[in-house]
């Protein structure tokens, strides 16, 4: 039988393809959402026209308890699941000026605790199995070159950072954890069209990452059998910009 793979935020953008990818090399596939029960639907009948088994699974990751639910009711419908794609995220700006407590809860909620919380519900249907897992957490080029905007944001990305190798030090062996940390992969919703060329333009390689990029670095990590605790920048050497703002900032008129 095919591995299952639980991917949270899977139903658009970055999310997306990563199911996808997924599908075409084989594996079934769990879509997470929180409210784009269209988008997932659609989705999954896309996974399904592959060939690879999918099911949609719709979860508000800020809400307490969440998580353990996400990954019981993951198993219900497609069985044991063997590889977690921690995709899912709030990005939402602020800064040292703006930030309060509500911003920082919700960025931390989100991007690091239920994140952290379904590592833990996935090392728990591991016991007892023979079989091993792995995790692959989305992080963001801006742990290696952060700048003053989406505090919020950046501090749950360096949490995860962190957590990646503390993870992997303490699953091994039954689950490998790992991370993928992309550059400006897709227009931010406040960017224009033209912003965001300029943007993928300014990087070392001329040209910013795809979706399609960010996948193959996910499926060759859950792949990688002797692989843990690493992560891969996809971002097109955008870290070496050392950007003094958030790329949105420094590209628009």
């Known amino acids: 039988m095919a591995e299952t793979v639980l991917v949270t935020g899977g139903a658009k953008r970055i999310g997306r393809q990563i199911c996808l990818g997924l599908a075409e090399a084989g594996f079934s596939v769990v879509v997470h959402h929180r409210n784009s029960e269209e988008e997932s639907s659609e989705l999954v009948d896309q996974i399904r026209?592959?060939?690879?088994?999918?099911?949609?699974?719709?979860?508000?990751?800020?809400?307490?308890?969440?998580?353990?639910?996400?990954?019981?009711?993951?198993?219900?419908?497609?069985?044991?699941?063997?590889?977690?794609?921690?995709?899912?995220?709030?990005?939402?700006?602020?800064?040292?000026?703006?930030?309060?407590?509500?911003?920082?809860?919700?960025?931390?909620?989100?991007?690091?605790?239920?994140?952290?919380?379904?590592?833990?519900?996935l090392a728990r249907e591991?016991?007892?199995?023979?079989?091993?897992?792995?995790?692959?957490?989305?992080?963001?080029?801006?742990?290696?070159?952060?700048?003053?905007?989406?505090?919020?944001?950046?501090?749950?990305?360096?949490?995860?950072?962190?957590?990646?190798?503390?993870?992997?030090?303490?699953?091994?062996?039954?689950i490998r954890v790992n991370g993928v940390a992309p550059g400006h992969t897709i227009a931010s919703p406040e960017q224009t069209e033209e912003g965001f060329r300029i943007a993928q333009a300014e990087s070392p390689l001329g040209t910013g990452p795809t979706p399609e990029d960010v996948a193959d670095a996910v499926l060759f990590l859950i792949n990688a059998k002797s692989v843990t605790g690493q992560i891969i920048f996809v971002d097109s050497g955008e870290r070496f910009l050392n950007r003094n703002r958030d790329v949105v900032f420094e590209t628009e008129d």
């Open 126 to 174: 591991f016991s007892g199995r023979e079989n091993r897992g792995s995790v692959v957490n989305i992080l963001d080029q801006k742990i290696a070159s952060p700048n003053p905007d989406h505090l919020s944001y950046t501090a749950s990305r360096f949490a995860m950072m962190g957590l990646t190798e503390v993870l992997a030090r303490g699953l091994a062996p039954s």
């Open 49 to 121: 026209s592959l060939g690879s088994e999918a099911e949609s699974v719709r979860c508000d990751l800020s809400e307490p308890g969440a998580t353990s639910q996400l990954i019981s009711k993951s198993v219900d419908l497609m069985g044991p699941i063997s590889h977690l794609v921690n995709n899912a995220s709030v990005f939402e700006h602020d800064d040292i000026h703006s930030m309060n407590e509500t911003s920082w809860d919700l960025h931390l909620s989100v991007n690091a605790k239920a994140q952290t919380m379904l590592i833990q519900s």
